[in-house]
């Protein structure tokens, strides 16, 4: 797509259909991504899934029974299709012993089964179909419009809409019992918090969104939209309140970016929509700034390094202290390439055919040392260790000690100085 | 014209049986997936096979069942390869990363289905059908082959029975006393993912979890033994295919899947309410004389 | 001339790891002789972390085990695991004799399915721990200390000359510890080593020949007598871990350990 036929498109959209059909994906979007953040921290994701496809016999009966897609009666419906459905698997674990997960696995594919079996029952014309269930209808959403001050408004939009605000308002008014019962059950409950009646506000909650939802993306990959952005912004901030806003804005995102995508590519709006979720989450996973794969990876090398340069003015300090300077010449080729750098660096000084220290280099390798002496004299009076096992472990542990953590060892050791083979401990540099 | 409905009628048995085939190895695999505590394993590896049915149709251009179902089951283990990784590589916890598999999969899947027919595939109708199900558009030969899959599965799951029983009661002990646990695992949900591809022509991407679920859960009911249960959770599974293609076949306007999952749902409920000892009838009454089975002390250790 | 003995087990400076954060630290620990040996320390010292550890269930992040000499891979016959209790769901479709022939299933391999000669030995491992009438029970109908037996049982059925046992005593009635207490003297008297975890210090004067201390470290090793002395508890139910612990949390937010 060049950048000028997306110009275009958005052009186009902004003035009109494509507008309607982005703003009533976001706004429903925004509201899967509000409910699915609580979801994912009180760890009930697959809860979710359950109730995004069991309440399809409950939208399938209301329909039935004469409700209007999208309609109060079909939000009625929806709501208790999902209390039936957590009803039922509390009921099984509890009289049957099932496992929640084989639990759930039995109630939600049975109501789901039911719900298409009910929508093939349906009469012709009711708005309800296997497809509509499956992936819902994004594209002719915005050409069902009601009046609102004179003008025409997609009525998904506006359901979408209202959803979104009594959500937000809902999510707002009770934030704090959300926020205690999600991170500390048992203790939520003994500070007189009504904890289930919170849990049960959330699955309704869930059941209105997956509601709001359906028309325009089917039942199935309403899970998508519950859960991808909330996983994608808890890989990015570990605050509660900032991972909602995250979520939602990820999901508004997404929506508007799949819709486009979809159009470009002649394909299932709802379907590209999961698709751009995915790749989100995937962005996150890989580019968190702190623990991120690509922080990760880089973490990683950058220790390797380190290490491998505080190895390396370790030896020739301790070469120095040996008096043998010959000691420290480096024996690998990767060695020689640290000391390059370090003498790149000016902390190492080339005499003749060896090295010494300078004296940036000289206050490292004392800290190394100091570190590592000063944990073997630590292992040696607190555990039970011979003589000779008390170099490796300080071998890797030596880098690891920071400034405090010495000052730590040496507080927690009567004498001082001396490391239990006897040589002197370098004092802090 | 009777000889044309005798072989409508020949092929509808063959394509009834080779489900029902289907649906007793399902019910044998589930069996070990279920006691291994991962019902819901087989359900990102359902959702990831609707990519693989397009992929697989998008890179041959065939719409026969073995290629279609060939690339369902490389989407499967894909599907729950990414399982794997976001588990390894990320923070995010197993249920989340399971719901996130499912729905970015299929919302994949939907999109290169959807998108077929514009794309110039003229002749891609009918891998829809992948979704919930269709047992109309099955032939013979097609049935052959889901049963030669579920004879496959059936005796790769006789073969390591003692080894997923362990690995499945004490994962510890198993790998304590050298068994590869983490290989048996793979070996457990690399048969479910089998199951999940060959009940996809029959009870569809979205609800073929139940077959590997449902039956086991039911057969639990019944037995305290593991062969037992394995065997009747075939059985149910057997009969709750062998229901749902006839239903179907009676009023073909239905997709199958769902009709399947139904019958599987009553076996269940009649197991949960009427099954001697564990249903709940039998715990009420037991409860009613007071005679629930106890776990104190006193319980065996009185007559020593 | 005779082969050199080798020690049954030796731990030469284990230091165990979950995820990156060590919990065990540079262990060395040496048990040449059959006998009782328990694992004492206070909660959370890290002592079911060293048994697991040395039957290969948790990687080790440095050192080595031992097991007569051998890398665990080679002698893992000789090697019998009784884990926790709670470890596994009790209400799992087998029944008292199935659980105890999982004991065979090592020796047996893949495939072979236990016949007469595993039934007979496993009837006799369940006569050892006084269960042998409640064989074909479902095991979530025994109570709590029937159920450690039956555990036993399976370890008995392994064969193996060193056991280990990861807190057979936890939520046991005092019969069935007696009970327990006297098959692992039998084992003992029988010329295997048995390995304890155990946190009771008042039975552990009276039941171990040897003990080693643990707190994140060994703290003292040896015999029972000459090991449980004032000092020594005190150093390790009351002293210097946390700059273990605060250690560990640097290497874990730091990067990785070796």
């Not at chain 1, 209105?208 to 909330?230: E, K, N, R, W, Y």
């Not at chain 3, 555990?151 to 392994?158: D, G, K, P, T």
Request: hydrophobic share 55%.
């Amino acid at each position: 797509m060049t950048s000028s036929t997306l110009v275009g498109d958005l052009a186009f959209g902004l003035g009109g259909i494509h507008a309607w059909a982005m703003a009533t994906a976001a706004v429903i979007a925004a509201s899967c991504a509000l409910v699915g953040t609580l979801l994912v921290v009180r760890r009930m994701s697959l809860v979710g899934d359950a109730i995004s496809h069991a309440v399809l016999p409950g939208i399938a009966v209301a329909v039935l029974a004469g409700g209007r897609p999208g309609g109060p009666l079909v939000f009625l419906g929806a709501v208790a299709a999902a209390m039936l459905t957590v009803w039922l698997t509390q009921g099984l674990r509890a009289a049957g012993g099932l496992t929640e997960d084989a639990g759930a696995g039995v109630v939600f594919t049975t109501l789901f089964a039911i719900g298409v079996v009910l929508v093939g029952l349906a009469p012709p014309g009711t708005h309800l179909d296997a497809a509509c269930v499956l992936y819902g209808e994004l594209a002719f959403l915005p050409f069902d419009t009601i009046s609102i001050a004179g003008q025409p408004v997609p009525r998904a939009f506006v359901a979408g809409a209202t959803v979104l605000a009594g959500l937000v308002a809902a999510a707002v008014a009770t934030w704090k019992l959300q926020v205690f019962t999600a991170f500390d059950p048992a203790g939520a409950r003994m500070a007189g918090i009504p904890v289930a009646a919170v849990t049960t506000g959330l699955l309704a909650a869930t059941a209105v969104a997956t509601v709001a939802s359906f028309d325009a993306v089917g039942a199935v990959l309403v899970v998508a939209m519950l859960v991808a952005p909330a996983a994608a912004a808890e890989l990015l901030t570990r605050r509660l309140h900032r991972m909602v806003v995250v979520a939602m804005a990820l999901g508004a995102v997404a929506a508007c970016v799949g819709y486009l995508a979809a159009w470009r590519l002649h394909t299932s709006a709802a379907g590209m929509i999961a698709v751009v979720l995915g790749l989100e989450y995937a962005a996150a996973a890989a580019l968190t700034p702190d623990d991120g794969l690509a922080a990760r990876l880089i973490g990683r090398v950058r220790l390797a390094w380190r290490v491998a340069r505080e190895d390396r003015l370790a030896t020739v300090w301790r070469a120095e202290e040996a008096g043998n300077r010959a000691a420290a010449r480096p024996q690998t080729p990767h060695e020689a390439v640290v000391v390059r750098w370090l003498e790149f660096t000016g902390h190492l000084l080339r005499d003749g055919s060896s090295w010494r220290l300078s004296p940036a280099g000289r206050r490292e390798a004392e800290n190394v040392v100091r570190s590592h002496r000063l944990w073997e004299a630590w292992l040696g009076r607190h555990a039970d260790l011979p003589l000779d096992h008390l170099h490796p472990p300080a071998e890797w542990v030596e880098h690891h000690l920071g400034a405090e953590m010495r000052e730590r060892l040496e507080a927690d050791m009567d004498e001082r100085a001396a490391d239990p083979h006897g040589r002197e401990i370098p004092p802090e540099a | 014209m009777t000889a044309a409905a005798g072989i409508l009628a020949h092929n509808t048995v063959v394509v009834a049986l080779g489900v029902a085939a289907v649906g007793f190895a399902a019910g044998v695999v589930g069996s070990l997936c279920v006691l291994r505590k991962r019902a819901l394993a087989g359900d990102a590896a359902a959702h990831a096979t609707l990519v693989g049915v397009a992929g697989a149709f998008l890179a041959t251009g065939r719409r026969d069942l073995a290629t279609l179902l060939a690339g369902a089951l490389v989407a499967a283990c894909a599907g729950l390869g990414m399982l794997v990784l976001v588990r390894r590589f990320t923070r995010t916890r197993d249920d989340a990363a399971t719901a996130l598999v499912i729905g970015v999969s299929f919302g994949l899947g939907i999109t290169l289905v959807s998108g077929l027919p514009a794309w110039g595939y003229a002749n891609s109708a009918g891998l829809e059908q992948f979704l919930l199900g269709h047992t109309a558009a099955l032939t013979a030969r097609d049935a052959w082959l889901l049963a030669a899959v579920a004879a496959v599965a059936v005796a790769a799951v006789a073969a390591i029975l003692k080894e997923a029983t362990l690995v499945a009661f004490d994962a510890a002990f198993a790998a304590a006393t050298g068994w590869p646990v983490s290989g048996i695992d793979y070996a457990i949900v690399g048969l479910v993912a089998l199951m999940v591809v060959a009940g996809l022509p029959a009870v569809g991407a979205v609800l073929v979890t139940a077959l590997v679920v449902i039956p086991p859960v039911a057969a639990r009911f019944w037995t305290d033994r593991v062969g037992t249960m394995v065997v009747l959770s075939g059985l149910i599974g057997l009969a709750a295919a062998a229901v749902g293609v006839a239903a179907s076949a009676a009023r073909p306007g239905l997709a199958t899947g769902p009709l399947v999952v139904i019958a599987a749902a009553g076996a269940f409920a009649v197991s949960f309410l009427c099954a001697p000892h564990r249903g709940w009838i039998a715990r009420r009454a037991e409860a009613a004389r007071g005679l629930t089975v106890r776990r104190g002390d006193d319980e065996g250790e009185a007559g020593r | 001339m005779t082969p050199p003995t080798r020690p049954l087990v030796e731990f030469h400076d284990v230091t165990v790891a979950y995820g990156r954060r060590p919990v065990v630290w540079n262990v060395d620990l040496v048990i040449d002789s059959p006998c009782l040996f328990g694992i004492i320390g206070p909660n959370g010292a890290g002592k079911s972390t060293l048994l697991k550890a040395a039957l290969g269930l948790v990687p080790l992040v440095g050192g080595e085990v031992r097991f007569f000499g051998e890398p665990l891979g080679r002698v893992r016959s000789r090697v019998g695991y009784v884990p926790q209790r709670e470890t596994v769901d009790w209400d799992f479709p087998v029944n008292v004799m199935d659980v105890v022939l999982m004991g065979t299933y090592g020796r047996l391999g893949w495939f072979r399915r236990p016949g007469d000669r595993e039934r007979r030995l496993a009837r006799e491992c369940l006569d050892r721990v006084g269960l042998a009438d409640v064989a074909s029970r479902q095991i979530g109908r025994l109570s709590g200390g029937q159920q450690q037996r039956v555990f036993l049982a399976r370890a008995l059925a392994q064969q193996a000359d060193v056991y280990f046992l990861d807190e057979p005593m936890a939520g046991v009635d005092v019969r069935s510890q007696e009970r327990i207490f006297h098959v692992l003297d039998d084992l003992k008297a029988a010329g295997r080593l048995v390995v304890v975890v155990h946190h009771d210090l008042r039975t552990a004067a009276e039941w171990f020949d040897r003990v080693a201390l643990v707190d994140r470290r060994v703290v003292a090793a040896g015999r029972t007598i000459d090991t449980l002395t004032p000092e020594n508890l005190q150093r390790t139910y009351a002293g210097h871990v946390d700059v273990l612990d605060d250690l560990a949390q640097a290497i874990a937010a730091r990067g990785r350990t070796p």
